[in-house]
């Protein structure tokens, strides 16, 4: 099953225009919401979370482990 939908997301990123950025989007998304909970979970004193924290600790390597977390 799991070799089923690595081909046919492949076929998918190489047949569909658009399909990479889509994917890498969603990705991206599921990476800042992640964090964002994360951040929200760990307010110590009341202090209010930014976006701009968050954000400046998504990384490449955060999205890579999101994909791989996703799709394998």
């Known amino acids: 099953m799991a070799a089923a939908m690595r081909a046919l997301m492949a076929v998918g990123l190489v047949v569909l225009p658009g399909a990479f950025l889509a994917v890498l989007g969603y990705l991206a998304f599921r990476t800042v919401r ?35 977390a996703v799709a394998f």
């Open 34 to 68: 992640r964090a964002w909970r994360e951040a929200r979970s760990q307010i110590a004193h009341g202090q209010p979370v930014a976006m701009k924290d968050v954000l400046s600790g998504v990384n490449v390597r955060s999205l890579v482990r999101e994909a791989r």
